[in-house]
C-alpha cells in the first residue's frame, strides 16, 4: 500500500491524544510533530509541510469539541480537511473544447508513463462516449512510435504517425487537420515529453494555426500502485497551482480514473467510520441547536421538546449501536444494553408524542396534574409509572444539567469554554 508508512506516521498522531478531553495547545505540540515528521518522509516539500501543520494545529485548538466525538477523532476529521484542501478541495474535470478537437498533449519526464497514459487516456474517453485518435510526436524514439500503435490497436483507437525524422510540430498540426476531417473529438498527442520539442509543437502547430488557449492545465498522476511515497499526491496542486485530474493504477488499460482528493484522504487515514461518524455528529449538532440548548440550560427551561430533538439526534447519528461504541467511557456497554436503551428511547418518545404542546414545554403540569398522567398513560398505551418515570427522568436531567453549568461557568469545562 502506497500510503502505508504516512497512514502509520499519522497514526501514532492520534495515539497521542486517546484518552485527553480536550484540544490544547500542549496537548497536541507532540501530535503535531509527528504529522509533520510523517509528512515529511512521506517526500511533501518542507514548504507544504509548514503550512498545513500550522493551519491544522489553528483548527485544533481554536474548534470547540462537538458532543460525542473524542479529541482525537475531530484531530482524524480536522486533517483529513485540511488533506482534502491541500489537494484541490473537489474533483477537476477534463476541459472539452466546443468547437473542433479537442487537444491533450502530454509532456512529463522519458519513464513515468506518458505513452502509456495515450492509451489509457484514450480508452477513458471511449468510455465517456467521445471518439480520439492518438498522435506519435516522440520522434526521438522509433520504439515509442510503436508501443504507441500497438496500445492504440489495444484500445481500438486510430493512431496517426508519420515515422521520425519529422518535426513533432509537422506530425501534430498535420494529425490535428486529420482529425478535423474525421470529426473526431479528441486527438492526444505523444510527446518526448522535451521541453524544447514540447515548445516548438505548442508554438509553430498549435497557436498559430488554430488560435487556441494553451498551457498546462492539469496532472496525471501515475504509478499510484507502486512504491513511491505519495508526497507527491499531496504537494503538486500547493506546488504547482494546477489540480490532478487522473491517476493511473497499474498497467492494465483501465487503470486510470478521476482523481478524488476526499477518497484519497480517506484511503491516506485509513478511518472511513471514523470520518464519517465526525460528519454526521457534526450535522445533528448544528451550531444553533447547541447555542439554543444552552440557553435552555442557562435557564434551567430544558424541556420535553428538548429532550425529543436530543433522542432524535441520537437517532440520526446512526443506530445507537454503532455509535455508543465511539462514546468515551460507553465502550463496555453490552449489545443487550444498547438493544434495552433503544426500546426505552422508543417507549419515552412515544409518550412524548401524546403531549400537548403546553405540558412538552411545562413539564410541571404533569408533575402536578395526576389526570394528565392518566391521560397520557392511556394515548400511548404505557402504564402511570412509566409516564412518572420519564417526567422524574427530565427533572433530573434538568438537574444534572444545572450542575454542568455550574462547572462550566467555574471554567473546568474547556471544552466548552473555548
Ligand atoms: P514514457 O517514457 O513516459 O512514455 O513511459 P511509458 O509509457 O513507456 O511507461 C514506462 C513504464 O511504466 C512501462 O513499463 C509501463 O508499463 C509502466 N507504467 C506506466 N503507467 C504505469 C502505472 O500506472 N503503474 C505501473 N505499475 N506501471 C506503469
Known amino acids: 500500500e502506497m500510503f502505508g508508512q504516512l497512514t502509520s506516521g499519522l497514526e501514532t498522531a492520534w ?86 478537437p479537442t487537444v491533450f498533449l502530454l509532456a512529463g519526464l522519458q519513464g513515468v508513463g506518458k505513452t502509456t497514459v495515450c492509451a489509457k487516456l484514450a480508452f477513458y474517453l471511449k468510455k465517456l462516449g467521445k471518439s480520439c485518435m492518438l498522435v506519435a510526436a516522440d520522434v526521438y524514439r522509433p520504439a515509442a512510435i510503436d ?39 479528441v486527438i492526444i498527442v505523444d510527446t518526448a515529453g522535451r521541453l524544447h520539442s514540447l515548445l516548438s509543437v505548442l508554438l509553430s502547430a498549435l497557436v498559430t494555426t488554430f488560435n487556441i488557449e494553451i498551457g498546462i492545465t492539469g496532472a ?21 497551482g494546477k489540480p490532478i485530474k487522473l491517476v493511473g493504477r497499474g498497467e492494465r488499460m483501465e487503470d486510470l480514473e478521476p482523481f478524488y482528493p476526499d477518497r484519497m484522504a480517506g484511503r491516506i487515514l485509513g478511518m ?49 449501536s454503532r455509535v455508543i461504541g465511539m462514546i468515551p467511557g460507553m465502550g463496555k456497554i453490552t449489545p443487550a444494553q444498547i438493544r434495552e436503551a433503544e426500546k426505552s428511547l422508543k417507549i419515552m418518545e412515544s409518550m412524548i408524542n401524546v403531549m400537548t404542546p403546553e405540558e412538552r414545554e411545562k ?18 398505551g404505557k402504564t402511570e409509572q412509566q409516564v412518572s418515570q420519564l417526567i ?16 462550566m461557568e467555574g471554567g473546568s469545562i474547556p471544552a466548552l469554554s473555548n
Open 392 to 407: 422524574a427522568q427530565l427533572f433530573q436531567m434538568r438537574v444534572r444539567m444545572k450542575n454542568l453549568l455550574g462547572v
Open 147 to 185: 508501443q504507441l500503435k500497438i496500445l492504440g490497436d489495444q484500445v481500438g483507437v486510430p493512431v496517426y504517425a508519420e515515422g521520425t525524422g519529422i518535426k513533432p510540430s509537422e506530425i501534430a498540426k498535420r494529425g490535428l487537420e486529420e482529425a478535423k476531417k474525421k470529426k473526431i473529438d
Open 272 to 320: 472511513g467510520d471514523v470520518l464519517s461518524f465526525v460528519e454526521k455528529a457534526q450535522e445533528v449538532m448544528r451550531q444553533e441547536d447547541a447555542e439554543e440548548l444552552q440557553k435552555k440550560i442557562m435557564s434551567a427551561k430544558f424541556d420535553f421538546n428538548d429532550f425529543l430533538k436530543q433522542t432524535r439526534a441520537v437517532a440520526q447519528m446512526g443506530s445507537m
Open 15 to 100: 495515539n497521542k491524544l486517546r484518552g485527553v478531553d480536550v484540544l490544547t495547545k500542549e496537548n497536541v505540540a507532540e501530535p503535531m510533530r509527528d504529522i509533520r515528521r510523517a509528512l515529511l518522509e512521506a517526500d511533501v516539500s518542507l514548504p507544504v509541510v509548514r503550512r498545513f501543520v500550522q493551519s491544522v494545529s489553528e483548527q485544533a485548538v481554536g474548534t470547540g469539541l462537538i458532543r460525542g466525538v473524542r479529541p482525537d477523532q475531530q484531530l482524524v476529521k480536522i486533517v483529513h480537511d485540511e488533506l482534502v484542501k491541500l489537494m484541490g478541495g473537489e474533483v477537476s474535470d477534463l476541459v472539452f473544447s466546443k468547437s473542433g
Open 363 to 380: 413539564p410541571e403540569l404533569l408533575a402536578e396534574s395526576p389526570e394528565r398522567r392518566k391521560r397520557i398513560a392511556s394515548e400511548s
Open 220 to 240: 496525471i498522476l501515475t504509478k499510484l500502485d507502486g512504491d513511491s511515497r505519495g508526497g507527491a499526491a499531496l504537494s503538486v496542486k500547493e506546488v504547482s
